[in-house]
């Protein structure tokens, strides 16, 4: 015997309690957050008591003030969101990260021990969730910030997995194009 749930229907609820489509776009946006968040959870769990590790768990807990904002696009109901604040402190980290790591002469392959590497599938991640919540801002109108907040975090995740891999002294794999090839 099987029980209904309420999402079986393919809707499911906003902050407000507004029931509409699982395939309405909000959800590709907070599924594209909620995945970032759970990767970056991985991330930790390879790189645990770091002051990397400890700066993922402050974005996942953002990323759950994102998530909330994005549920309530209408802000409706007064809910945790993305605050000038957090931008600002990933400004500081990007600055601190960039200041104390070598200056890039090439593009750099992902990879190196399994933290930098998770890491940067983070990152990836998080520009699909920033181009899924650009597209939802054309169609509800969202808060900038939470914009900012993303298009920021995948430049801070590119250069903490540097700043990873730096640490632990693992070389960064640069790519190189066909004008800085030898072989051409």
């Known amino acids: 015997m099987s029980t209904q749930h309420h999402g079986d229907g393919g809707e499911t609820s906003l902050y407000d309690g507004q029931r509409i489509s699982k395939t309405d776009p909000i959800f590709a946006a907070l599924g594209a957050v ?21 700066r993922l768990a402050w974005i996942q807990e953002r990323l759950f003030a994102l998530g909330s904002d994005l549920a309530n696009p209408k802000c409706v109901e007064h809910g945790d969101w993305i605050h000038h604040n957090d931008v600002a402190t990933l400004d500081d980290w990007l ?7 070598p200056p890039l002469r090439h593009f750099i392959l992902p990879g190196g021990i399994p933290a930098a590497a998770t890491v940067n599938f983070a990152r990836a991640i998080c520009r699909r969730a920033e181009r899924e919540t650009l597209q939802l801002a054309k169609e509800v109108g969202l808060r900038s910030e939470s914009m900012v907040f993303l298009n920021r975090l995948s430049d801070v995740l590119f250069e903490m997995a540097r700043a990873m891999n730096h640490d632990t002294k693992t070389p960064e794999r640069e790519w190189l194009g066909p004008r800085d090839r030898s072989d051409t």
């Open 34 to 54: 909620d995945e970032l968040n759970s990767v970056l959870g991985l991330a930790i769990s390879t790189s645990p008591r770091t002051e990397h590790a400890m």
């Open 95 to 101: 600055e601190g990260y960039q200041s104390s790591l």
